[in-house]
Structures are given as C-alpha cells and as structure tokens.
C-alpha cells in the first residue's frame, strides 16, 4: 500500500487535495479558536464529501431543457446512510448532508478508554434499511482503529454490506489493522500521519477532534 498521490489500493483512497492540506493546517494549528476548528472542519467534510459521492451509482431520467427532451444521468437506489462516530464524527456530518440532504443519518456513540485505548460502546440508533444503503461512517480520526473497528462491526450485525469509512487523519496502525479485519471496506482517508505516541494519540495529529470541536479539553 503507498500512501502517496491520490492512488487507490487496496480499497484505500488518500485524497491529498490542496484546499484540504489547507483546512489541515487550521485544525492542526493548537492556536486555532473554537470557531475557525469548527469552520474548517465543516468545509474539510465538503471535500471528503465531493470525493466519497463521485461514484455513486447513477440511472437516467426522462426531462426536457429549454431547448429540447433529453435522457440524463440520475442518482439511482436508496438515500445513502451517513454513521457519525460520536462525538467528534459529528463534525463531518454537515458537508455529506448539504450535499445530499436525503441522507438517512444513524448515530454511534464510542468513546475510547484512555487507560486501555480499547472502545466502548454507550449509544447507537440507526436507520432502518441498512442491506440496501451505501453507508458511509465517518470519524475525523483513525488512530489504533479501534473505534472503527467496533462501529463497523455494529452495523455489519444490523445488516449493512456496502461500506465505506470516510476519515480525515489516519495513523498507518489503523489502517493496516483495519485493512486486516474489514478488508470488505473501503477507506477513504484525507491524508496519513506519522503514527501514534505512546498515549496512542496520532502525530502530528490535531489533539482531540471531540474536544476542539466541543470546547471540552481539559474538562
Ligand atoms: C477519538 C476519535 C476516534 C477515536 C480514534 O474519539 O474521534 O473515534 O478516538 O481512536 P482509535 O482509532 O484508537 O479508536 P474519542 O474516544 O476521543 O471520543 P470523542 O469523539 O467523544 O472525543
């Protein structure tokens, strides 16, 4: 797997897109206020958005222009359904739903332990009709997978089977340890960090995505 340019292998994609180097750099920068995290994330899920929908799949539909009838290309099955890891997977979730606002949204609360970095499940409500949905869940980070791993074995046990996990920062560790447990999955990652400290935290990283975005660092 390389993690360069913007090469899909195995069903890893790495965006790399330079206005989202760009919005990286704000949420990285520790002086960033609660406002700008929360603008800059809103517009990186926008892009991670524009790239997770380009293939979806498409019929044709019967309309007429101002000029003439014509057959075009149309947005075919049911509204995908859109997982947010909570807390901080919220944050991704308003590019996807401006995009498609007939997005069927299911939430999964996971936090994981500090002492342990094992996840641990306190919340999940999910849309009905799962087996016939694309279902993308979406987490800003992918450090040691964990949290991941728990939310997509949640949804494969409520049906789901076309899924894609959709992140802004992935630590290779989690990658190759979600690569070897859901290698059924897509990943869709914004760019990939150095790795984990010996607190599992990604580095460079952007600390705690639930606590920038939320104002609870510290708390
Ligand atoms: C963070 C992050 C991921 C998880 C990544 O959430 O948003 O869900 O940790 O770590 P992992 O890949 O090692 O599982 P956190 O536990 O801080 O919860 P929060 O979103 O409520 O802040």
Same mark, same amino acid.
């Given at each position: ?18 206005l ?15 406002? +700008? ?6 517009? @990186?899920?926008?892009? /991670?958005? =524009?790239?997770?929908? *380009? !293939? #979806?799949?498409l019929?044709t ?21 859109l ?31 500090e002492s ?6 306190y919340?999940?409500?999910?849309p ?14 992918? +450090? ?6 728990a @939310?997509?074995?949640? /949804?494969? =046990?409520?049906?789901? *089977? !076309? #899924? ?11 990658i190759e ?22 607190r599992?935290f ?14 609870t660092e510290?708390?």
């Open positions: 797997m390389t993690h360069e340019g913007s090469l899909e292998l195995s069903e890893v994609v790495v965006m790399r897109h330079s989202l180097m760009e919005q990286l750099r704000v949420l990285r920068d520790r002086s960033t206020s609660i406002e +700008a995290f929360q603008t800059a994330m809103a517009d @990186a899920s926008f892009l /991670l958005a =524009a790239d997770a929908y *380009r !293939d #979806l799949p019929s539909a019967a309309i007429e222009t101002p000029l003439c009838p014509c057959e075009v290309p149309a947005l075919a099955g049911p509204a995908p359904a997982v947010p890891i909570l807390r901080a997977g919220l944050g991704l979730v308003p590019g996807f739903r401006r995009l498609l606002p007939r997005t069927v949204v299911g939430h999964l609360g996971i936090y994981r332990s342990t970095l094992k996840p641990v499940e919340f999940g409500k999910l009905d009709g799962l087996a016939e949905r694309r279902t993308f869940v979406l987490d800003p980070m992918l +450090a040691t997978g964990g949290s991941a791993d @939310a997509l074995r949640h /949804l494969k =046990a409520a049906g789901a *089977r !076309d #899924l894609e996990l959709v992140v802004l920062i992935a630590a290779p560790e989690g340890a979600l690569e070897r447990s859901h290698p059924d999955v897509r990943l869709r990652v914004g760019v990939v960090d150095e790795g984990l400290d010996a599992g990604i580095v460079p990283g952007l600390g705690d995505a639930g606590d920038r975005q939320f104002g510290g708390a």
